[in-house]
C-alpha cells in the first residue's frame, strides 16, 4: 500500500513564527502535492513538485513555499505564519506524468495560528 | 479553465436509501473525472475515476458514477447506504495531460439510522 505521511496531526504557532509542515511518501512517487482545505472552499492547491528540486505554484502560493530536496520529501513552509493560514493542509503523491494515476493523500495537518 | 460545481453542500439520507451526489464541471476541454472520500479526521481516498470508454464507472464501496458528457455531469450514486458511508465526497476534474486537480467544495453525506 502506497504511504503518505505527514509529521503533524495538529499544530498551534503564533502569529509571526516560521511553521515547517513536512509531508514523506514511500513509494518512489515523481509528484508530490499540498493543498489547504478550508469548510465551503474545499480542496485548493498551494504548490507542486513533478521533480527533486521542481516546484510550481499551484492556485494560492501567496505566504508558502516549498522544498524538495529529496524525492520522498516535500515540505511546506509558512515564512510568517497569519491567522488567516489557519486550516487543514493536505500533502499528496502521484507517480506518471499524466492524470490518469490516482492522487495519493496524508491524513493532514491541522494548523491553527494564534 | 476548469471548474467544479458540487450542487449539495450537505445531503442527508436514510440507512439502506438510495443517494445521488451530483457534480457538475465545466471545460472546454477533454477532462479526467474523479470522485474521492474524505472520512472524519483521515485523508482523501480515490472512490473512483473516469478516464475514458464505459460512461458508467464503479468505485470501491458499491460506489458508481455515470459520465454524461452532454451535460457535464459526473453524480456519484449508492442503491443503499449504510452508516458507514457518513463522510465527505469530493468531485475532482483534471485537464487531460495536466498535472494536477480540481476539486469541488463537497458534499457532506450523513446517513441516518
Known amino acids: ?114 | 479553465a476548469q471548474s467544479v460545481t458540487q450542487l449539495d453542500s450537505q445531503v442527508p439520507v436514510f440507512e439502506e436509501a438510495p443517494v445521488e451526489l451530483r457534480c457538475n464541471y465545466s471545460s472546454s476541454v477533454s477532462v479526467y473525472l474523479f470522485w474521492y472520500v474524505q472520512y472524519p479526521n483521515q485523508g482523501l481516498q480515490l472512490l473512483l475515476k473516469y478516464l475514458s470508454g464505459s460512461t458508467l464507472v464503479k468505485g470501491i464501496n458499491g460506489f458508481e458514477a455515470e459520465f454524461n458528457k452532454s451535460q457535464t455531469s459526473f453524480h456519484l450514486r449508492k442503491p443503499s447506504v449504510h452508516i458507514s458511508d457518513t463522510a465527505e465526497y469530493f468531485c475532482a476534474v483534471s485537464k487531460t495531460g495536466a498535472n494536477n486537480l480540481f476539486f469541488g467544495t463537497g458534499t457532506r453525506l450523513t446517513v441516518i439510522p
Open chain 1, 1 to 114: 500500500d502506497v504511504k503518505v505521511t505527514q509529521s503533524s496531526r495538529y499544530l498551534v504557532k503564533r502569529t509571526g513564527e516560521k511553521v515547517f509542515l513536512e509531508c514523506v511518501q514511500d513509494m518512489d512517487h515523481e509528484n508530490m502535492f499540498w493543498y489547504r482545505q478550508d469548510p465551503g472552499l474545499g480542496l485548493r492547491l498551494i504548490y507542486f513538485s513533478y521533480d527533486v528540486k521542481m516546484k510550481e505554484k499551484g492556485d494560492i502560493p501567496e505566504g508558502y513555499s516549498v522544498s524538495r530536496e529529496k524525492k520522498e520529501r516535500f515540505s511546506l513552509i509558512l515564512e510568517s505564519a497569519s491567522t488567516n493560514q489557519t486550516s487543514m493542509y493536505l500533502c499528496a503523491s502521484r507517480t506518471g506524468t499524466g492524470m490518469t494515476d490516482t492522487q495519493y493523500f496524508g491524513p493532514g495537518t491541522r494548523l491553527t495560528v494564534l
